[in-house]
């Protein structure tokens, strides 16, 4: 009875968890949205929080705005148990460090960074809502670095094409851009950023479906230790918008694309992902009707479900 017991209290146990930090470019590579083209930015580096569990093929899982790699936590563990998984927070998010205001940076180039540092070529990956909106564009620029992506309430972002513009026109729209995003700075700090966050937690309830009371106060708890750094600087644009369509489009052969929809999603939201259907026709699209903005949280083991059975599939 005794080695019973040792055996179910080994298996209810969470796997160990290694945490430690990455240092990326405080400006990279692929960026068109910096407004400073001489100056140096005050550290060239900014440090990138992650945690990972288990063994295996690598998989790694992106966050939304105003949360934090623990909105993870529910799958986290159990994913731990068939990949080497991966959580981290975006820059400007959670333990991360923040931008520098008015350096232009993308996530995507953020997290080919990350994978870099930790010795990783290729690997699995989910991302939820700006976290699959990064995804999009990691798999738009760096599809040789996809096994396969799984997005969940967002994908595309509605940025302009910039490689498209011409210097001086690129410019100018950069410099528009920052100076609309200083006066709405000004606009918030006037208001305050608890105000900010008491709207944006009730938006979050109007996008969650009937399991919202579960996940309610972890939803919250994060929103309410968010830096709020995105509102409070004119943050350059960290996303490559219809570039990725472009991108997408042009691919001989696309990695292996899974696309969930929340019934009870904001309608922005499911647009993002029908773009994302659009320019990758061989996606694989669910639905979980019983979920809205936060899929892997309202209802994470039929998330984990459909991910693990899209990624097992024959290839």
């Not at 991302?127 to 040789?144: I, K, N, R, S, T």
């Not at 509102?231 to 996303?239: A, I, Q, V």
């Not at 259907?277 to 949280?297: E, K, Q, S, Y």
């Amino acid at each position: 009875m005794l080695l019973a017991a040792v055996f179910v209290l080994s298996a209810c146990s969470k796997p160990k968890v290694k945490t430690g930090y990455v240092a990326v470019p405080t400006v990279t590579k692929n960026a068109l949205s910096g407004i400073y083209n001489i100056l140096e930015p005050t550290s060239p580096f900014v440090n990138l929080y992650y945690e990972e569990a288990g063994q295996g093929e690598p998989l790694i899982l992106l966050h939304e705005q105003t949360l934090d790699c623990r909105m993870w936590d529910d799958v986290f563990y159990k994913l731990a148990k068939h990949f080497r998984v991966i959580r981290y927070d975006l820059r400007g998010y959670g333990k991360s460090g923040s931008p520098e205001s008015g350096y232009g940076y993308l996530h995507a180039d953020d997290l080919k960074n990350l994978m870099d540092g930790m010795g990783i070529k290729k690997a699995h990956f989910a991302g939820l809502a700006l976290g699959g909106m990064a995804l999009a564009d990691f798999v738009a620029l760096y599809p040789e670095r996809v096994i396969t992506a799984t997005m969940t309430s967002g994908a595309l972002s509605d940025f302009p094409d910039r490689t498209q513009m011409p210097p001086d026109i690129l410019k100018l729209y950069n410099d528009t851009v920052f100076t609309m995003k200083m006066k709405k700075v000004e606009e918030l700090k006037s208001g305050g950023l608890n105000a900010y966050k008491r709207e944006w937690k009730l938006a979050m309830r109007s996008v969650t479906g009937e399991n919202y009371r579960k996940i309610s106060d972890k939803l919250n708890s994060m929103v309410d230790h968010w830096k709020g750094w995105q509102l409070l600087n004119p943050e350059t644009d960290p996303l490559i918008g219809y570039q990725a369509d472009r991108l997408l489009k042009n691919q001989k052969k696309q990695p292996r694309i899974l696309l969930i929809i929340g019934l009870h999603d904001a309608m922005a939201s499911k647009k993002s992902m029908q773009r994302m259907a659009a320019v990758c026709p061989n996606a694989t699209i669910r639905l979980m009707p019983d979920a809205g903005h936060f899929t892997c949280m309202e209802s994470p083991d039929e998330f984990m479900e459909k991910m693990l059975a899209f990624i097992r599939q024959e290839k």
